[in-house]
Structure formats: structure tokens, C-alpha cells
């Protein structure tokens, strides 16, 4: 006799099978309910493909110019520089504000700078060749996205021929437009790994051109920035003691000249008359006190070259855009393909709700 467990297990394992069949059933009348419909699952292929193809054939391509580069840590160069800080900070030179510059490139600090408005400005207004010509980037960018034509109405900005200066009312207010765009739209800047200082600058536009040389001009632009800053300091100090050395050998020349001056008035002077030899014996110790004071400042002057010298941008690039360069350009055929899968999933879609409704409304999906 069986249990009551049993049976429990018999009744279920039915009902699953019962559950299972039904399902397999729906599911033919689902596929065949959609072989009944390939005509208009066909007709949405083909509409689906063309408008892709049509798009585009009138979408504009747009090319991406990628730029990667590394970000020094600022520690590296402040110990490749110890040992002429050490000498210098001895005899009193002040080469400490050289790696003070760092703050403003340390982390991610440097993402900021590059989307700063100065910076984009500067690019914008850089002249660069393009086509075989010299021309400011703003002009190109005017150009290549037929600005002309929508400023044909306003007076002011008709005939705006573009200078690379900041300071001109329409211009500024123009470049302050172009800012907006550029950073919405075009630019793009950011870590390619969080663990690592590299990073990359892509810039998308139409203009291939363009987005290749404004990339390479922005990160050009920055590390000009750069040296400048971190070397003021260093180029100031050399300044300083070159003047000083050219000061001193005039001194030490004059003085020269002063003990062969005073030989030559006395050049067999009488040992008795101590007076004689006064000239001669103090124009000898400036020329020993000016070239003691004069080797000091060379030494000096040394040090500070060698620190300009090593000196080193502090943007190293990796990899520069070439090229023809990559767009979001969409072939004929892969855009006719790709639009009719769509069309066709869509279809599809559309015809399986259309069906459980009105297996739903019949009763028959209950």
C-alpha cells in the first residue's frame, strides 16, 4: 500500500509533466504564429536597414584623436636635483623654489589644468600648420563647423577675424562659448588605470585635422607652462650670478691692468723707496681677491647650469595621435546589416507581446 508521500510525489511529478508539455506546445504555436507573420518581420528588416544605411550616408564622421602621457612624480626630480641643492644652499644660492611648482601637477591635479579655460584658450588661439598653411585652431574650428553661415545675420561676428591675443570683447566672448562646447561635447581627459599617472586626451570632432593638432598643442601648451614655472627660479639665480661674474672679471681686468700700469712707471724701482712699490703691490691684491671671488662665482654659475640643465618637463608623452585617425564611420553594408537585425528583433518583439496578449485575453495563457 503506498504512503501518503508517495502519492504526494506521483501527483506532482504529473503536474510537472502536464506543466511541461503545455509549455512546449506554447511555444510551437508561439514559433508558429511568427512564421505566419514573415512578411512583415521582412518588410521591418528591410525599413530597418535602410534608414541605417540612409543615417549613415548622412551622419557626420567624427574623429577621435587620442593622446596618452605620463605624470612624473614630483620626488624624483627633487632627489635627481639633491646634490646641487646641498652645494648651493652652502654658499648661500637659493635653488629651493624649483620643485615648488608641484602642487598644481601632483594627482589628478592635472586634469583640472588641462580643462582650465586658460589652457583650452591658449590651444585655441595657437597657430599650428594645417593643410600646408599656418592658421589659428579657433579659425579652423569656426570653420570646419560652418559657424560663418549662422553668424551671416549678426553684425559683430559677420567678418570677426581672430588674433592670438586675449582682450578683443566678441572674441573672448566667443572663445567662452567654444569652452562650453568643447568641454561638453569634444574633449575628453582622464586616467587610463587609477593605479598609474597616465593619462589620456581625446579630443572628437569632424575635423580630423583639428583633432589631432589640438590634442598635440594642448599638451604642448602645458608642459611650455610647466618648465616655465618650475625654472624661474633657477633662471633668475643664473642671471643674477652672471652678471655677477661678468662684474667681477671687469674688476679683476681693470686690476691687471692696474699692475702692468704701475711696472711700467717704475720698472726698475729703487729698493730703498718703499712708496714705489704702494701701486704695483695693491692692484696685485685685488687682482688676488677678484680671481678668488671670481673662481667662487664660476663655480656657482656652474652648479646653477647644471641645475637649469636638469630641469625636465614634467609631461612625458607615450603615444601621439597618427593618422588616419579613428572614426565612428559605419560602412553600407554593416550599417544595412545592423539595421535590419534591429528591425527584425523589433518586429519580433512587437508580434510575441501582440500574441500573449491575446492568448491572455482569450483565456487560453491562464
Same mark, same amino acid.
Given at each position: 500500500m503506498k504512503t501518503e508521500n508517495e502519492n504526494h510525489r506521483i501527483s506532482q511529478r504529473q503536474i510537472d509533466q502536464i506543466?511541461?508539455?503545455? !509549455?512546449?506546445?506554447?511555444? =510551437?504555436?508561439?514559433?508558429?504564429?511568427?512564421?505566419?507573420?514573415?512578411?512583415?518581420? *521582412?518588410?521591418?528588416m528591410v525599413v530597418g536597414g535602410v534608414s541605417a544605411m540612409v543615417y549613415s550616408m548622412v551622419k557626420k564622421t567624427n574623429y577621435t584623436a587620442k593622446l596618452s602621457f605620463v605624470l612624473e612624480e614630483q620626488s624624483s626630480s627633487s632627489n635627481g636635483l639633491g646634490a646641487a641643492a646641498n652645494i648651493a644652499a652652502q654658499i648661500g644660492l637659493n635653488i629651493g623654489g624649483l620643485g615648488g611648482s608641484g602642487g !598644481?601637477?601632483?594627482?589628478? =591635479?592635472?586634469?583640472?589644468?588641462?580643462?582650465?579655460?586658460?589652457?583650452?584658450?591658449? *590651444?585655441?588661439?595657437?597657430?599650428v600648420e594645417i593643410d600646408g598653411e599656418m592658421q589659428l585652431l579657433v579659425s579652423r574650428y569656426v570653420e570646419s563647423n560652418d559657424l560663418r553661415k549662422k553668424w551671416s545675420d549678426t553684425p559683430p561676428l559677420k567678418n570677426i577675424q581672430f588674433k592670438d591675443t586675449i582682450g578683443i570683447y566678441h572674441q573672448d566672448s566667443l572663445l567662452a562659448e567654444f569652452n562650453k562646447l568643447i568641454l561638453k561635447h569634444h574633449l575628453t581627459i582622464g586616467k587610463l588605470d587609477k593605479k598609474y599617472n597616465i593619462f589620456t586626451v581625446e579630443m572628437e570632432t569632424p575635423d580630423e585635422a583639428f583633432s589631432k593638432a589640438f590634442v598635440e598643442t594642448l599638451i604642448e601648451n602645458a608642459t611650455d607652462f610647466y618648465v616655465e614655472t618650475k625654472t624661474r627660479k633657477a633662471q633668475e639665480n643664473l642671471a643674477v650670478l652672471t652678471h655677477q661674474v661678468d662684474s667681477v672679471r671687469q674688476e679683476l681686468d681693470a686690476a691687471i691692468s692696474g699692475v702692468a700700469a704701475a711696472s711700467d712707471a717704475n720698472p726698475n724701482p729703487n729698493r730703498a723707496l718703499q712708496r714705489l712699490r704702494v701701486g704695483s703691490q695693491r692692484r696685485t691684491v685685488d687682482v688676488q681677491a677678484n680671481t678668488a671671488i671670481l673662481t667662487e662665482l664660476v663655480k656657482n654659475q656652474e652648479i646653477a647650469k647644471i641645475t637649469l640643465r636638469n630641469e625636465k618637463p614634467i609631461i612625458q608623452v607615450l603615444d601621439k595621435p597618427i593618422l588616419p585617425l579613428e572614426n565612428d564611420k559605419l560602412g553600407k553594408v554593416k550599417a544595412l546589416?545592423?539595421?535590419?537585425?534591429?528591425?527584425?528583433?523589433?518586429?519580433?518583439?512587437?508580434?510575441?507581446?501582440?500574441y500573449i496578449y491575446r492568448q491572455i485575453m482569450s483565456g487560453d495563457l491562464a
Open positions: 506543466s511541461m508539455q503545455e !509549455l512546449i506546445v506554447k511555444t =510551437n504555436g508561439l514559433i508558429r504564429f511568427l512564421i505566419s507573420r514573415w512578411l512583415i518581420i *521582412t518588410i521591418m !598644481l601637477f601632483q594627482g589628478d =591635479n592635472i586634469i583640472e589644468f588641462l580643462k582650465s579655460r586658460s589652457m583650452i584658450d591658449k *590651444t585655441m588661439l595657437s597657430k546589416v545592423i539595421g535590419g537585425a534591429i528591425g527584425g528583433v523589433l518586429a519580433g518583439l512587437i508580434l510575441v507581446c501582440r
